[in-house]
Structures are given as C-alpha cells and as structure tokens.
C-alpha cells in the first residue's frame, strides 16, 4: 500500500513528485484530484502532463478507494456505511446531521480493535489490521460523495487512535488540508481510550484538533472490567498526563462516560468521577450506552443519565449529555461491528 496516493499528506507527494522529476506544484493537482475531486484513476488527474502521469502508473502508483458495500439509514437521520478494504474486511463510519444541518463523520482507523472494551461490540471482534492513511481519510471522501460537505470529523469509529498512530496523524493532516476537505482541526476530535504516552506524543504534534479521553468509570477497580486497557494505565496516570497536555498545549479536554445501568451510573460515582475531575479543565460527555448482542450491559434510564449530570455539574464540572443515534441501524456508540460480531 506504499504506493497509495490516498494515503500521503501533501508534504510526501511534493517530496514524491520531485523525486520523479516533476515540477513541485504538480502535488497540487494531485492532492486536489484525491481530495475533493474523487479521482479514482491516476490518468483522471487531467491537469497533470500525460508523460508524468504515465510515469506514475508505470511506477507501481494508484489512488486507492474503499468500497461502499451498504448504507443505512436510522429513521432519526443518521447514516451508516459499511465499507470493504481491499483485503475483504470491512469497516463502518456513521454520518450524524444536527439541528444546524452540521454533519458529523465518526471515523473508523482500524478494522476491529485490540483494546477489547467489554461494553464494545468492536471491542469483540477479532482484530485484523490497522487502516493506512488513505484507507481512514477515504471514509470522508465517500460521505462527501454520497452527502455532501462534511463538517466535523471524530475519530471515535471502529479502533483506537494511538494504536495507529502514524496513520492518524497523517490522516488528521490529509482532512485539514486547504487544497482537499479542508476540515478545520478545531472541527476534528481524536478520542483515545487513554494511552498516556500517546497523549504525551500528541501533545508535541502542535495540532489544534480536540483530544477526547474514554473514562467511563471513576475508579480504577471498576474501569478495569470495562477497559482492560484500564490494567496498565491508571486513572491517576492517564490525569497526570492529561494535565501535562494542557500545560503544553493550552487545550481543553473531554472525558467519555458512557452511562451503564446499575453499575457507574449512582450519584457516589458521580461524586467520586467529580473529585477527580476537579482539578483538570476538561468537560464530561455522558454517553447514552447502547445495548448490543454481544454483551449484557444496559443503558442507564434517561432520569439516571440527568440526575448524574446534575451531580457533576452541581460540582462545578461542564458535562453534556450524548444521546443516542442511530441505533435502530446498530450505529450507535459501542455498536460498530455489532452486525459482523452477530454473523460470526
Ligand atoms: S471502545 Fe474504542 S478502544 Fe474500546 S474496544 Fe471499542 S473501539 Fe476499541
């Protein structure tokens, strides 16, 4: 897949297109073909001088695309993709459209996970491979295609950001780039499920996107039969880290909490998620949890969900409430993969 042009950040098809002989403004058509254009042929990019598009193709390079295998649609508006890789996996990206009209794309960056969060029907899949670069910006491309401008992007689909880290930062470069989707970085939100090293790499990226961090417990005992991630990492570790963020970075925070019935949805984990969230400038998003077939756990009642917010937020601590979408279409938080986890 190196020779992927989908895949390279403006920079590398500079560099690329120099290395060939070209003239370095060429990358510009390149990119804007990719990007935008839905070029699916090298000889499509028009603009380019024919021998260096011959040049190109007889060099092994290609513009590779997913393939859309379905596309559904929730009676609440939200659309799921599902998309087949070159290699037969698939993986799902979800279209969310607000009040505004604003469109949302939560991305996919690895088909399955290694992560293995219980309450997650990815989480359950077995894991195959990370996406390339062009494999998780090309998710975008065919939203566009099919739905027109997408708004803001979150990398919060099918697969943990900084297990592929690379792959992502290229992929967050790609999106923001002025001469393709030109998706503002403030407007793309990378969500790890807390890998504190990875968040102190982040840090130094000098990026402007929004960083989520998955909580979803406010002890490390009980975070730990959710997230075994949670094993190795503490909860105290992952605020230090995410402190030393902020300091570096002078961005806010996000912490996930997906609201579980009957197991971190009392008012004394709600106490408890406030003491430690004191000292740290970040806001909560409470999740309504999704059930799927592949785990027991249920959603807390809408009364719950507001009584939690009400503790949290009488504590001092900015939280919002993330209903659900798209469920009726399994595209819910915690259900991507719940179709391909139900057929195994
Ligand atoms: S919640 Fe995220 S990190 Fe956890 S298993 Fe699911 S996709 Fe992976």
């Known amino acids: 897949m190196e020779k992927d042009l989908t895949g390279m950040t403006f920079e590398q098809l500079e560099s690329l297109v120099v290395t060939l002989g070209g003239k370095r403004y060429l990358a510009k058509y390149l990119f804007s073909f990719i990007h935008g254009k839905n070029a699916h042929i090298i000889e499509e990019i028009t603009p380019l001088p024919k021998a260096f598009r011959e040049k190109l193709v007889q060099q092994g390079y290609n513009i590779g695309r997913l393939q859309p295998v379905d596309q559904l649609i929730d009676p609440d508006g939200t659309i799921k993709f599902v998309f087949a890789l070159h290699d037969h996996h698939h993986i799902e990206a979800v279209l969310l459209t607000d009040e505004n009209r604003r469109k949302t794309l939560c991305i996919s960056c690895q088909a399955g996970c290694r992560m293995g969060c219980t309450f997650c029907a990815t989480g359950k899949l077995k894991f ?5 670069a062009g494999e998780i910006v090309d998710q975008v491309n065919q939203a566009v295609i099919a739905c027109g401008k997408v708004n803001n992007v979150v990398y919060m689909g099918m697969g943990e950001p900084f297990d592929n880290y690379e792959a992502t ?3 967050i470069h790609i999106l923001n780039h002025p001469d393709g989707f030109n998706i503002g970085q403030r407007h793309i939100t990378v969500s790890t499920c807390g890998m504190p090293d990875s968040i102190r790499r982040f840090a130094g990226e000098n990026l402007q996107v ?8 406010p002890s490390d005992d009980l975070r730990k039969t959710l997230m075994p991630v949670a094993g190795r990492d503490s909860i105290d570790q992952i605020l230090t880290v995410v402190e030393e963020y902020q300091e570096q970075t002078g961005r806010r925070i996000t912490f996930e909490y997906c609201m579980i019935k009957g197991f971190n949805d009392a008012d004394h984990h709600a106490r408890s998620l406030a003491r430690k969230l004191k000292v740290i400038h ?3 998003n409470l999740i ?7 785990c027991h756990y249920q959603s807390s009642s809408r009364n ?3 009584r939690f917010l009400d503790v949290l937020q009488e504590a001092g601590i900015e939280t919002m409430i993330r209903y659900k979408r798209g ?3 399994k595209a819910a938080c915690g259900q991507l993969g719940a179709t391909q986890l139900e057929k195994h």
Do not use: Q
């Open 327 to 329: 469920a009726g279409i």
């Open 128 to 132: 195959a491979r990370n996406l390339t």
């Open 282 to 284: 970040a806001s909560v």
């Open 288 to 294: 309504e949890y999704n059930s799927h077939s592949g």
């Open 169 to 171: 930062i290229d992929s």
């Open 304 to 306: 719950r969900i507001h």
């Open 210 to 217: 929004r960083l989520a961090v998955s909580l979803h417990a």
